[in-house]
């Protein structure tokens, strides 16, 4: 039985798993992995991601699989959030509870186990930081090396940490999170001793469909919010809802809402400037996670976007601080470009593009822990000031 094969979403021609290109041989686009048989779905007895399994990688064998048990993560709800965005039940999904403090892990745990399968001992991603920090986290559990290319102080310390402690060999780019990207796909071009971690691997995609089982296990929201900003996850959640919906498992399909920052928002120009092709930006946010101009994962964003007749918009670096601020104040706490999850929700609210009694999901992409640049500006009080 071939459980899963390669197809190109854009002319449609078909490779098997046995390769590592994720590249359409014929028109360049990135591959989907197709998985042919949903219809006998069911739920495998591990916690977590591979819980789901027979919808992310059937036919993988155990003794490849390296999980350090992601996902299975908190939906939290408080009052504080339903007081700020006007909507009383809205739900926050903590992706900051994973392994290595992001939804990273989902997707990196897929394509390591296949890393394993293929036989790689060389794995390579260009970041804005998480995706570094999993890649190396996961990389050495395996015994494989990993090498990351990072856009030189531009990156979370945290996360840069993260990276360096977990045995990845670093490069520096001296440009932003774009060129290191380029600079992965051009390796890729020359190389292929390396296995690519970044999203245009479609078992990253497979991993991080995964938040949406969990999420529509447990509710039936009209609304998904997310930070967006190289669109793999835009990417993953329509892909997950096409098949929950194709499998007969969901009667309503939520509406997904990508939130990117004012100054990385080219998807949302590309959809509501109903353009043909994605115009690149550099970007600027302080928001470093989804600083992002010019994102791979485009055209299968846009097919998750018109499945779920979803919604793109963008927040400013003001309203993702102010958003933190509540989330962190409501004692759940993310960094920086997950609060953009929460500020869209709000702004959407507020022009009544959302009902009050309508019932979102948001997902916190991030740790708090990760991304400390923006806080330690506090003011501190002295110690009169608490006593007397
Ligand atoms: N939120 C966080 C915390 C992220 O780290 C990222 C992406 C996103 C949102 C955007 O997700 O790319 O699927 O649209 N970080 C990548 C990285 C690019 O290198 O860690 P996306």
Redesign the pocket.
Known sequence: MVYSILRCPVCNSEYDINRSSYLCDKCGNILDIIQNDLDSFELSNYDGVWKYKNLIHPGIDKKYIVTKREGNTNLYKNFKISDYSGIENIFLKHEGENPTG???DRGMTVAVSEAMRLGFKKTL????????AAAASYSSFAGINSYVLIPEGRISKN?LFQAIAYGANIVNINGD?DTAMANVRETLKKRDDFYVL??LNPWRIEG?KTIIFEIMEKLEPDFIS???????????FGKALMELKSMDKIKNVPKLI?IQAEGASPFYDYINGKMDKIVPVKAETIAS??R?GN?V?FKKAKRSIEFTKGIVEKVSDREIIEAKRIIDGSGIGC?P??AASLAGVKKLRDSNVIGKSDTVASIL??NIL?DLDMDLKYNAMNMEDVLF
């Open positions: 992001s939804f990273k991603c260009a970041s804005t930081g998480n995706t570094s996360k999170f970044n999203s991080q997310f930070p967006a900003g190289n669109l793999g996850n835009t990417s993953a990508a996670a989804i992002i994102p994962n960094e470009a997950s992409t991030g990760k």
